[in-house]
């Protein structure tokens, strides 16, 4: 009896596909995500705005309280999940009229 495409006692048997195989770990993480989201927003926002460190010197015990810079880093990662990557736009031209375009980077921008 000759083989037939697709036709195998073996179906699913295989190893099991990453998808399947991370399903669980990955809900449960999403899960984590989803319950500290406003939280973990916040904390985003302060390190892009700024934060106010507080640090006692363990030698002395003195408070010293002081603002750290902005995260440039961190406010660019939010603007960019908020309003998407912006696409770049190159046009070039070349001899005899003829102009090439370039687009790269989000295309829904």
Do not use: C, W
């Not at 700024?50 to 810079?69: H, P, R, S």
């Amino acid at each position: 009896m000759p083989f037939e495409k697709g036709n195998t006692a073996s179906v699913g048997r295989g190893r099991p596909r990453k998808a399947d195989k991370y399903k669980r770990p990955i809900a449960a993480a999403e899960q984590m995500i989803v319950a500290r989201l406003p939280e973990i927003v916040a904390a985003q926002i302060q390190l892009a705005l700024g934060v106010l460190v507080e640090e006692t010197n363990i030698v002395t015990g003195d408070k010293q309280e002081y603002q750290q810079a902005p995260d440039a880093k961190v406010g660019q990662y939010l603007i960019d999940r908020i309003m998407g990557k912006p696409t770049v736009r190159e046009e070039h031209e070349h001899e005899g009229g003829v102009t090439l375009r370039i687009e790269y980077g989000d295309s829904d921008a």
